[in-house]
């Protein structure tokens, strides 16, 4: 019987997923692509943790002369390793990686910026001194040189003196741009100017990049997460190449399904474990809108299936924790530029008809469109390609409207003073909603330790929206229910549908909430009460008729009027 392969959940190195019996899934027919392009350089953006990484390891491992020995034991059993290409194994592979950057302000980033590409460097002749020979000497003639473009410049001279090329690497170009860009402050914009503008020291990195081009620079792939500082570095390397949006890279990174079926083959997962939609949680990343195969993000389908294995049906956070620590840099670019109301009209349509923007400047990141290309880098939207006429974006699945949920959770938290939830409370109240299919001790709890907190002035302009983005967190974190926000379905779009939650199948009924909202002003106009009821009433109706609900038993159809601060309606519909 064939030993499972194990998971490479975190792992980013090449060599150690070859050699530790871990599973690769095939993405090495765009080394020969990318080598096929018409330029050398090249950019590519993708969110994190969609193995950016890993795919740079693998690019360091088929083109670095080192390991020209195990291209067999590295590729033999692989598309490039079947029809390698001119380069393999013909380089000398540089790594800068910028994920370490210090950035609290522009000294500490500039003395961190040039130890890293020292350190870098030294690392370079340490890795290559079976090659070199003398990589003691050329470690000493290094410290005697203090800047960027000095230390560039020993290193492709070496690399020159030894009759090679250089093949350049960059991992996370962006990262101390977007640590200064989340901090979303006055003071911040002046440090991100004076970092990266002007006679910047990382203009100088680029302008000296450039320059080995002429003579020993072949090739050179960058990654990140943000296109904001392609705009602000490419006048001073202004050869790359951004393939990020071309339809032929859609699936470089992120698994398609048909990636996930093999997945689940070589860990010899039994499938009956799955009691999710794994499409509708981890699935639906598009790159171009006419590419064929919407993607998983890798990291978070291995969380999953990690979790199965070791914990099987008992496996209870379905979102990875470091998924929402990944993504809380976003709270402060949200909170800190007024982008909130964009944020809650995203998610309460759950789609924003703009285009993406292929690079742009930082001092123009409030404009409607680059914030959401902003986001749609970080993979907080994706493409919906739904429409052929118009080009818009949407949120690609339920791990990242979590996220949203959490983040207006915690606008209203700080907007309503004195606001909190009692887990005990309404942990009880939910649990007899599922199990005792009793809905009225969660309306109680939640008008009364909620909706009575909120003040005159929120409710000046409260709507049905904001009662139900109050309500979408409390259920996204009781594992009773997954809630969905406008459920599509062929009637229309449900404010609230509560399907059974993967931990509890023995749950009664499922539900589908219509929400109206009255101000206490007319909390005593019959008519107006009426009208909002009949039409919520009327909703349900065709939601129960739909394609989606038709003939289905098990799930009860509410119609909730909110009266101001003190009252709540609710009416089922049979």
């Known amino acids: 019987m064939t030993k499972p392969k194990r998971i490479p959940y975190g792992i980013p190195n090449f060599d150690k997923i070859r050699t530790g019996n871990f599973l690769y899934v095939d993405k090495t027919r765009f080394i020969e692509i990318l080598e096929n392009e018409s330029t050398d350089y090249h950019f590519l953006i993708r969110p994190r943790k969609f193995g950016k990484t890993l795919f740079l390891s693998l690019l360091e491992h088929y083109y670095d002369i080192r390991f020209k020995d195990r291209f067999q034991e590295l590729f033999g059993d692989f598309y490039i390793g079947q029809n390698p290409t001119p380069g393999a194994n013909s380089y ?28 870098n460097i030294e690392m370079f002749f340490s890795v290559h001194r079976d090659i070199l020979k003398n990589t003691e000497d050329l470690m000493k003639q290094l410290s005697e040189r203090n800047t960027v473009g000095s230390y560039i410049e020993f290193a492709f001279r070496i690399i020159n003196d030894n009759n090679g090329k250089a093949y350049v690497i960059i991992d996370e170009y962006d990262h101390f741009a977007n640590d200064i860009i989340a901090k979303g402050t006055t003071l911040s914009e002046k440090q991100y100017k004076d970092s990266v503008w002007a006679n910047s020291i990382v203009k100088d990195f680029y302008e000296t990049l450039k320059k080995g081009t002429k003579t020993v620079v072949d090739k050179i792939f960058i990654t990140g997460i943000t296109p904001i500082m ?8 202004n050869i790359s190449d951004n393939v990020s949006l071309e339809e032929r890279y859609n699936e470089i990174l992120g698994l398609t399904r048909d990636e996930v079926e093999w997945v689940m083959l070589q860990i010899c997962l039994d499938k ?3 009691t999710v939609d794994i499409e509708n949680i981890y699935n639906g990343y598009l790159f171009n809108k006419r590419a064929q195969n919407r993607l998983f993000n890798s990291t978070m389908i291995f969380y999953y299936l990690k979790g199965l294995l070791i914990s099987g049906n008992d496996f209870e ?24 109301e964009k944020i809650r009209q995203l998610v309460e349509k759950n789609s924003i008809t703009t285009d993406v923007i292929k690079q742009f400047s930082m001092k123009f990141i409030n404009e409607d469109k680059n914030f959401f290309s902003l986001l749609f880098y970080m993979g907080l939207v994706t493409i919906d390609n739904s429409d052929p006429y118009n080009y818009a974006l949407k949120i690609p699945n339920y791990s ?63 709507v049905e929206k904001d009662i139900k983005f109050l309500l979408l967190p409390i259920f996204s974190n009781s594992h009773y229910y997954f809630p969905f926000s406008e459920l599509e379905n062929s009637e229309g779009y449900t404010d609230i549908y509560l399907k059974r939650g993967h ?11 219509e929400l109206k909202y009255i101000k206490q ?19 349900l109706k065709r939601y129960k008729s739909s394609n989606y609900f038709k003939n289905r038993t098990d799930v009860r159809y509410l119609a909730v009027v909110f009266v101001g ?9 049979f």
């Open 317 to 340: 956070d379905l979102v990875d924790k470091n998924l929402k620590t990944d993504y809380g840099r976003i709270e402060n670019l949200i909170n800190k530029r007024g982008n909130k």
């Open 230 to 237: 392609l705009d602000d570095v490419t006048s001073g390397f």
């Open 521 to 539: 002003s007319d909390a005593d106009n019959q008519k107006i009460f009426i009208e909002k009821q009949n039409t919520a009433i009327e909703q």
């Open 272 to 274: 009956s474990l799955i």
């Open 400 to 462: 990242i409207k979590t996220i949203f949920w959490g983040l207006i959770e915690s606008m209203l938290t700080e907007e309503i003073e004195d606001l909190s939830i009692d887990n005990s409370q309404y942990l009880g109240s939910i649990r007899s909603l599922a199990y005792e299919d009793d809905y009225k001790p969660f309306f109680e709890y939640f008008s009364q330790n909620i909706v009575k907190l909120l003040s005159n002035r929120d409710l000046q302009n409260t």
């Open 565 to 573: 601060k003190k009252d709540y309606i609710v009416k089922e519909v």
């Open 503 to 513: 931990l509890h199948p023995g749950s009664v009924s499922e539900w589908v909430w």
């Open 92 to 119: 000398f592979v540089m790594n800068f990686d910028f994920s370490g950057l210090l950035s609290s302000n522009v000294e500490r980033f500039e003395k961190s910026f040039t130890e890293t590409i020292r350190n």
